[in-house]
């Protein structure tokens, strides 16, 4: 270029060398600082710094089979915001954040997120089948079943982009995602891990990636109804742990029932089988009706919950406090007993489970 002003021509100056800059990608940036603070909230509800208590984990969601069934239709998405323990959560969010990425800047926040959300509750929904067929009662948590959508779209996106990309480069991806599915493979069979929601979540990224709409390729008739599928996938994700969150500020008493009794149990003990609630590892809480008689003789340990008149008898073995309630109802009576092996519920603390159920015991014959 010349001078504007008359004067010598200036040197032409070599073009600087362009900086590669990482794209910006928000939902990724949110969706894990979501995590942190439901992992934080976790240790707040649990008094626990390691991120492990059992309780903590089954107040804000995690995936009990068990309390699916009881009507908390929305552990099948609540369950992936949820980590036990720092190790665990520190893998899902660095493996969130190598998937996320790029799949947003391919597909979009929108369809990204979707694909998250939508993978996350199909692996949901595989673990709770899981463990239905098998009589599994384990808590399931963690965001793994969405990673592992991840990891299937990513999978598909190399399937649909392998026209445009050069043979190193294809080579290169698909050693990168074997040695990865040959990794997770080896800690799938040595470590207590969800399975069913890793595959469920795989199986899923890999069918929604192919459907799922692409800046770069031409658009198809499917793409809009996959868009507004995975959009919704979600808002329904949100809406599941909206409903947890709901949960942990306003508990609420369930119903157990046996053969002829019935009662109102604490939230946190969940109806697993005919008269029987649990917290898994934790304490157990069991109601029936027999046909023997009860008298209560004069210096025997009663006390008096709500109308009736129970008669108590405790005991502690092996480090198990057990509470045996008995109280006359017709010709026969009713039986609750309640068992704990952890201080959460020991001493004057287990008053609190078992009185609630005392209270609200009857007879259904």
Known sequence: MSDPLGGLAQPRQPPSPSVHRAPFTPTTIALLAVLGAVFLAELVVGHDSSGQNPVALLQMGSLYPPAVRDGDLWRIGSYAFLHIGWVHIAMNGYALWILMRPLESTFGQAVCLGLFSATALLAGGASYEWSVLHHASAQAAGASGGVFGLFGATVSVYYRLRHRIPPEAMRAAIRVLLINLAINAAIALSGFVDNAAHIGGFVSGIALGLVAPMAVLPRRF????????????????????????????????????????????????????????????????????????????????????????????????????????????????????????????????????????????????
């Open 222 to 365: 499917w793409h809009a109804p996959s868009r507004w599928l995975l959009v919704a996938s979600a808002f329904v994700l949100a809406g599941m742990e909206g409903a947890a969150v709901a949960r942990v500020l306003h508990p609420r008493a369930r119903t157990l029932r046996g053969p002829g009794v019935e009662a109102k149990v604490r939230d946190l003990l969940v109806p697993s089988e005919p008269g029987l609630a649990v917290l898994p590892g934790v304490m157990a809480l069991q109601i029936s009706s027999e046909q023997e008689p009860l008298q209560i003789e004069a210096g025997e340990d009663s006390l008096r919950i709500g109308e009736r008149t129970f008669l108590r008898q405790r005991s502690s073995k092996d480090g198990v406090e057990r509470t045996l309630l008995a109280t006359a109802e017709g010709s026969g009576r009713l039986v609750l007993e309640f068992e704990c092996g952890s201080p959460l519920c020991m001493g004057a603390l287990a008053e609190s489970f078992y009185v609630t159920a005392a209270r609200s015991l009857k007879s259904l014959r």
